[in-house]
């Protein structure tokens, strides 16, 4: 579980705890930050500690684009003050000796919340939400893929002739993944010790494919939990000489990664979605929420999907979707109803891949579904068979220049995060694009080498 300042003091003092992990999210939903001196953090470091600005401003790679509005080599890259949120110390029980906390991004002059922190931009619909008098209740689910080799060794091979660490689809398969419990076994308890209420962890549909499941909980502490399990997942991955990888597509004749978003709203302690005389138990909250959700996909895309490569994901027959129909248990929609007639009652959005920010995910859902609700929107009717089919099926974008169109141009999206987030992440999504437009693939030098 996580602890409190003062059990983490009496565990510094006793020499249980020499390190303390102060971890911000950036923009792509990994762990930044410092390791301090577990005395230092006790006596200061609880008050605020310091980073550069570019942390909220760089790619997958850590350069520096320029474009940014919030900071520049112009502006001379600048401080932020990360104040640690002492609600979210845990213990790190794979790494010898060490607690972390998560930390809240501030300006450094006004010490208001940096308005484009994945934190912030979650927090900033957590409280309209509120003010509409509702809470969100949240779970994703993580894919990803284990590799026979380290990270070390697949980068020395210049990331060539990929072995996943099974040979076969491993989907729900106890033998194979039996094999592969040095790895999921320490992922599982060291995550249940951190305080993560993991449920389980299963073969998913291709080699060497795994899923994490963590039980559903208020959508901030969702976010915290997936953010810092597929942390450990990479970490202990690497510990026991594999690499894990989180990226949607890794081989084009491969199954994909998703992360699948669960989400319901909840006022005095009721599922709000739930109602016992609406159709298949959905509430008329529920059903303008889910219209809102399906309006406004296209506006909310690069936040499911944020880099090029997320794009290969969605195809015919993959489990990817590839329209914004709604659908009854229905795999093939990207959203799908589930827990029908009951008080569990809740949607699940398929968009999304292994790849995408989860409080930037969970923000853009959140704001979309709100729409739906101050619009009264209208659900049309579930989609029933083969949603790949279903020629009148709105189709998402295919390409992160569409989303990246489709963000600019959502009033939605500028009402709810700010002109100046949605400038924000339209530039850290143009500059991906950006950087593959201009690489020459193997694909290009096989295909046309000596027939061009």
């Known amino acids: 579980m996580t602890m409190s300042f003062e059990d983490l003091k009496s565990k510094v003092a006793s020499g249980e705890v020499d390190t303390v992990l102060a971890c911000l999210i950036d923009m792509q939903g990994r762990l930044m930050g410092k390791r301090l001196v ?10 605020e500690t310091h980073c550069c600005n570019y942390l909220l401003a760089t790619d997958l790679e850590m350069a520096t684009p320029d474009g940014y509005a919030s900071t520049s080599w112009q502006s001379g890259y600048g401080d932020y003050i990360m104040k640690p949120d002492l609600t979210t ?6 790494l010898e000796g060490t607690a972390m906390v998560l930390c809240d991004v501030l300006d450094h002059n006004t ?10 931009v979650l927090r900033k619909q957590l409280d309209r939400l509120e003010a509409l008098g509702f809470s969100a209740t949240m779970a994703t689910e993580l894919e990803f893929f284990l590799f026979a080799k380290s990270y070390d060794e697949i980068r020395a091979e210049g990331f060539r002739d990929l072995q996943p660490i099974s040979a076969y689809n491993e989907d729900y398969h106890i033998l194979q993944t039996t094999k592969e419990e040095h790895v999921m076994r320490p992922i599982r308890n060291h995550l249940y010790a951190a305080g993560l209420p993991i449920e389980g962890s299963k073969g998913e549909a291709e080699a060497g494919q795994e899923e994490l499941n963590i039980k559903y909980a208020e959508a901030m502490l969702c976010a915290d939990h997936h953010t810092i399990a597929k942390h450990a997942v990479k970490e202990i991955a690497w510990q026991q000489g594999h690499a894990a990888s989180f990226l949607p597509k890794w081989h084009k004749d491969r199954v994909g990664s998703a992360s699948h978003v669960h ?8 599922n709000a979605f739930y109602d016992a005389d609406g159709e298949y138990g959905m509430s008329d909250l529920m059903r303008h929420y889910m219209a809102g959700m399906i309006k406004y996909s296209s506006d909310m895309m690069v936040f499911l999907a944020p880099y090029v490569n997320s794009y290969k994901r969605f195809q015919k027959g993959s489990f990817a979707p590839t329209g914004t129909v709604w659908s009854i248990d229905n795999r093939t929609a990207g959203f799908r109803l589930c827990g029908e007639g009951s008080k569990a009652i809740r949607v699940e959005c398929r968009v999304g891949g292994a790849d995408l920010n989860p409080y930037l995910a969970q923000a853009a859902q959140l704001a979309a579904g709100i729409a739906g609700i101050e619009e009264k929107l209208e659900l049309a009717p579930p989609q029933a068979g083969d949603a790949y089919q279903d020629p009148n099926a709105k189709k998402l974008p295919a390409n992160l220049r569409e989303s990246m169109a489709a963000l600019m141009g959502s009033d939605m999206l500028k009402s709810a995060f700010g002109v100046d987030v949605v400038a924000h992440y339209h530039r850290c999504a143009e500059w991906e694009q950006e950087e593959f437009d201009a690489v020459v693939t193997d694909y290009e030098i096989a ?3 000596e027939k061009a």
């Open 38 to 47: 577990a005395q230092y953090f006790i006596d200061s470091g609880h008050e």
């Open 89 to 94: 110390i845990r213990m790190m029980p794979w």
């Open 111 to 120: 010490h208001q919340p940096v308005p484009h922190s994945p934190r912030a």
């Open 263 to 270: 989400q319901s709203l909840w006022k005095d302690g009721e």
């Open 447 to 449: 295909r046309g080498f």
